[in-house]
């Protein structure tokens, strides 16, 4: 359902609910929506809306609180890691001061440049335990 209420800008709503009666599939759906949103907006000629840029700071899942919880630690591994990283980030002068105050994996691209990288905290990981907790640059 498309809702207009002022002349320049129109909210699409989606109904979350599956006919034979399970939870619907939701995860993921935001890079979805935006992609159906581009779709509008060119079908009726709509002034486009800003970019997914995948920059914004993640939010800890309950499965990532409620581990903290379980290790004492004041708050989930993702938030130490990010803030950890956002400082750093700020002190460094350049690439390797920046890797080297972090313990990182590199992620490097087919030309062995580096594109991204991953952090873990001691002992924390993901999925079962088989990857670091990941904030890729």
Not at 59 to 84: F, N, Y
């Amino acid at each position: 359902m498309a809702v207009r209420h002022v002349d320049d800008r129109i909210h699409l709503v989606a109904t979350l609910a599956c006919q034979d009666g399970r939870p619907p599939r939701i995860r993921g759906d935001i890079p979805s929506m935006h992609t159906a949103s581009r779709a509008f907006e060119t079908a009726w000629d709509l002034r486009p809306m800003s970019r997914l840029d995948r920059t914004a700071r993640r939010a800890s899942v309950t499965g990532e609180r409620e581990k903290a919880a379980r290790r004492g630690l004041p708050e989930a591994a993702r938030e130490i890691l990010q803030r950890t990283v956002r400082e750093v980030a700020v002190r460094a002068t350049g690439t390797t001061y920046f890797l080297t105050r972090l313990r990182v994996r590199e992620h490097h691209d087919e030309n062995g440049a580096l594109d991204g990288y991953a952090v873990a905290l001691p002992g924390v990981r993901a999925d079962r335990g088989t990857r670091p907790v990941q904030v890729w640059s």
